[in-house]
């Protein structure tokens, strides 16, 4: 199976915490025998759609734009098995740069109007057309947080969604804690169990779901961290 992650986080693979999650599950779909790869949006130029449905009616399948899209994303895109979206949660959604990117893959779609169940879809252009897991990560210490985004990504994706891996407190996960670093090793571990479960049973149980979505510390402790680290960082850059 070729595993193409798109990570659409600003943030460089050190700091990046979509990437910090998204690595694990990507050891463990090769742990399966997966190939994969990751590419950084940031990397790329990728415009806005423009809305013309060039894509549907005078060069069908192909946007008109000439930008990184056209030029490599799109490709690599179709040629995978399963793509791998990954995002951290920006104002309860997807970044404005995943959001970019999908909007961009419209010419995977005819412009025909079809019944697909009780909802209207477009057909899909092309035979063979890759599976989705969708992968955010967020600040807040609560699933919730997740519930716009993962409604988009089922009304978007439908049946081509076979995971949804979302993991609050993210920002937690490396931290040097006695309460908080057995905590993310497990949910580290759940999170490459998904990435193996995946490709092997093309879907997450819900042991793993549960174990990786599981709080690193109570509510309160988050809290309080988190405003200690603003604080401390608040003082820090005042002293400069
Ligand atoms: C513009 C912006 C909006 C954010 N919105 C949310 C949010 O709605 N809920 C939340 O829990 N965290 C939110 N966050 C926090 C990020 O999701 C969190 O810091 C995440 O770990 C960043 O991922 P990254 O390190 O891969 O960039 C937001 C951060 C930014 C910069």
Same mark, same amino acid.
């Given at each position: +199976? ?25 050891? *463990? ?31 069908? *399948? ?8 056209? *030029? ?15 995002? %951290? ?18 010419? +995977?779609?005819? %412009? ?9 879809? #477009? &057909?899909?252009?092309? *035979? ?12 807040? &210490? ?10 988009? +990504?089922? +009304? ?11 993991? #609050?407190?993210? @920002?937690?996960?490396?931290? @040097? #804690? ?39 510390? &109570? ?9 200690? #680290? ?11």
């Amino acid at each position: +199976m070729r595993v193409v992650a798109f990570n659409s986080s600003p943030r460089d693979q050190q700091t990046s915490k979509t990437e910090l999650v998204l690595q694990k599950f990507l050891d *463990g779909a090769a742990r399966a025998g997966a190939v994969a790869e990751t590419i950084y949006l940031r990397n790329y130029r990728v415009r806005n759609c423009l809305g013309c449905f060039a894509c549907w009616l005078k060069t069908p *399948g192909r946007c008109i734009q000439q930008d990184d899209m056209t *030029g490599e994303l799109f490709d690599r895109l179709l040629e995978a098995d399963l793509v791998v979206l990954a995002t %951290p949660l920006y104002y309860y959604n997807m970044n404005a740069r995943l959001k970019t990117f999908i909007e961009r893959t419209l010419p +995977m779609s005819q %412009p025909f109007f079809e019944k697909q169940g009780d909802r209207t879809d #477009h &057909p899909s252009r092309f *035979g063979k057309v890759p599976q989705v897991v969708a992968l955010s990560v967020c600040g807040f &210490p609560e699933q919730d947080n997740f519930k716009a985004l993962s409604l988009n +990504m089922r +009304m978007i994706f439908g049946s081509r969604l076979v995971a949804e891996i979302y993991r #609050h407190s993210s @920002e937690f996960l490396p931290i @040097e #804690h006695p309460q908080i670093v057995p905590q993310a090793a497990k949910v580290l571990a759940a999170v490459a169990q998904a990435g193996e479960e995946v490709v092997t049973e093309g879907k997450v149980s819900s042991a793993t779901l549960e174990a990786l979505t599981q709080d690193l510390a &109570p509510r309160e402790v988050i809290i309080n961290l988190a405003n200690e #680290h603003f604080k401390q960082e608040l003082a820090r850059l005042t002293q400069e």
